[in-house]
């Protein structure tokens, strides 16, 4: 059972358009959502996180939204560029319970390209 | 200068060999990870440690031996008994156990495990 649902699988925007990428869940335990960048090749490095008390988060250029009545949240890329083109996951994870009870959950990712 | 280090980058094996990768770490995280990521299936969790001379299974470990005997180092094997382990292979690591504070994962560079 997915409990961490991605999308779009790929995502082409033009340079200087906005990406935005989803993410649903359905454990409602979850209290930290973060996101991952990644490009080919390398491990992926933490973007921008948020927790459920807030319903957005900006960081420059990215914004985390959070709809927690809906179980919902999303990436929003402002201004992307090339450079932005990479793997991104969303994740999700619950708080530590006891021994042996933690994991971050991934998405299965999404494979944007910023074309000039 | 400090971070996650995975070796070898490239590794390859025939059928019916184990192997093991290297992860070492000198952030001082207490807990460190295992990952197997799959094109098109994100990432998923082999196995976690979250204390020295301590690990835990994760969704998919069968195939696979971890040891935790230095707080740096979080070695993985895959043993012969892994029917499909062509995969990159991800380590990670973060400061407080589970849920006790910053949830951050920090990924090394990946292992590409290639059976021949």
């Known amino acids: 059972q997915q409990q961490v649902k991605q999308s779009p699988q790929s995502l082409i925007v033009q340079k200087g358009g906005i990406s935005i990428i989803n993410c649903a869940y359905e454990?409602?335990?979850?209290?930290?959502f973060p996101w991952y960048q990644q490009f080919p090749g390398k491990g992926p490095a933490l973007l921008i996180a948020?927790?459920?008390?807030?319903s957005e988060k900006k960081e420059g250029r990215f914004t985390i939204s959070f709809n927690k009545s809906a179980k919902q949240f999303s990436l929003h890329i402002m201004d992307s560029q090339p450079g932005d083109s990479a793997t991104y996951f969303c994740?999700?994870?619950?708080?530590?319970?006891?021994?042996?009870?933690?994991?971050?959950?991934f998405g299965k990712g999404t494979k944007l390209s910023v074309i000039p | 200068d400090g971070g996650i280090t995975q070796s070898p980058k490239y590794l390859f094996r025939k059928e019916g060999q184990n192997v093991t990768l290297s992860c070492e770490q000198n952030?001082?995280?207490?807990?460190m990870y295992w990952y197997r990521q799959d094109p098109g299936q994100g990432l998923r969790l082999i196995y976690y440690?979250?204390?020295?001379?301590?690990?835990q299974k994760g969704d998919i470990a069968e195939g696979y031996s971890v040891s935790r005997e230095k707080k740096e180092s979080f070695p993985l094997t895959v043993t012969s008994a892994q029917k499909n382990p062509t995969a990159f292979y991800l380590c990670?690591?973060?400061?407080?156990?589970?849920?006790?504070?910053?949830?951050?994962?920090?990924f090394g560079p990946g292992t590409r495990l290639t059976v021949l």
């Open positions: 440690s979250q204390i020295v001379n301590d690990f």
């Open positions: 952030l001082n995280h207490d807990a």
């Open positions: 990670a690591s973060s400061i407080d156990p589970p849920g006790q504070g910053t949830d951050t994962q920090y």
């Open positions: 994740a999700a994870s619950t708080p530590h319970s006891g021994a042996g009870s933690y994991q971050l959950t």
């Open positions: 948020i927790r459920p008390d807030v």
């Open positions: 454990n409602t335990a979850f209290d930290y």
